[in-house]
């Protein structure tokens, strides 16, 4: 938690802003992360710990494209003065109550911009945007779109809505088909679930479903047939807008300088289907 040393005027208009709780220690008065940032010199970051070249945790510390965009738009908010990291799984289901209680400083996690979202937390970004897509055995002949979803049995991931762009039907879904939902706690059980037989597709972000197929060696296929934008977000406590318009910042210099994309390429530059980016996509606004 922030400390704070602030009047009854200051602690009022602090907990307006939905500030009254942020991870870490660190003396001083933080009213934001980004103040926490340059003052203390220290972040606690939230990131998947169980996806292939996005956030995977095989050691001490994550590694993975989340991971890597994390620490450049550190780097960017600390004008390259460094900073500890403290680095904290952020699952699906967990990543909005991990900003409100304090938990996580900032959250980069393979996380959607959505309407629903954007009233619990704040989103800087996007820094990439997705397609979902669906990935199969690589022996499964009977799945060649999208549309062949319908009556299959696909895996709804807690606190992931990508299901949803399947079953529902617009807005807020996409193809409105009839499948069979199999529950599991997250993608990597998805997978699990998948290699097992006991799915038929998991059906998600491109990016998402490339690391995995990586990591498989061969046992699966992504269709190539893409059907959303989804916009990964940096998640923050609602009403940092201060934080939410650094970050914006830091994210377009790094694709100025040709940093975003090296990134990219590092994790993602032998994948088949995906098309590399070459400019910051249009940040969504922090009011």
């Given at each position: 938690m922030y400390k704070r040393r602030i009047g009854a005027a200051g602690a009022v208009a602090a907990l307006a802003v939905g500030l009254a709780a942020c991870g870490g220690g660190g003396g001083?008065?933080?009213?934001?992360?980004?103040?926490?940032?340059?003052?203390?010199?220290?972040?606690?970051?939230?990131?998947?710990?169980?996806?292939?070249?996005?956030?995977?945790?095989?050691?001490?510390?994550?590694?993975?494209y989340d991971v890597d965009m994390a620490k450049a738009v550190i780097k960017e908010l600390a004008a390259g003065k460094e900073v500890k990291i403290t680095w904290k799984e952020a699952p699906s289901k967990n990543r909005e109550a991990l900003l409100q209680n304090g938990t996580v400083d900032i959250i980069f996690a393979t996380y959607s911009i959505t309407e629903e979202r954007k009233g619990k937390v704040s989103f800087a970004g996007p820094y990439i945007v997705a397609h979902q897509d669906t990935m199969v055995r690589a022996d499964d002949a009977a799945i060649a779109k999208a549309m062949d979803l319908k009556d299959k049995r696909i895996c709804q991931a807690a606190g992931s809505n990508s299901y949803k762009r399947i079953t529902d039907p617009p807005p807020d879904g996409k193809l409105g088909l009839p499948a069979k939902l199999v529950g599991a706690s997250n993608y990597s059980e998805c997978v699990q679930k998948l290699s097992g037989s006991n799915l038929d597709a998991v059906t998600t972000d491109d990016l998402i479903l490339a690391g995995f197929a990586k990591q498989a060696g061969g046992n699966f296929k992504i269709l190539g047939d893409p059907f959303t934008d989804e916009k990964y977000g940096i998640g923050l406590k609602k009403g940092d807008t201060k934080t939410c318009e650094a970050v914006n910042k830091a994210v377009t210099a790094l694709y100025q300088k040709g940093e975003a994309q090296k990134i990219w390429t590092t994790w993602f530059g032998d994948a088949k289907g995906l098309t590399a980016p070459t400019a910051p996509p249009p940040a969504e606004g922090c009011a």
């Open positions: 001083g008065s933080y009213s934001t992360v980004v103040d926490k940032v340059t003052g203390a010199s220290e972040i606690i970051v939230g990131t998947k710990w169980d996806q292939p070249s996005l956030g995977l945790k095989t050691g001490n510390e994550p590694v993975g």
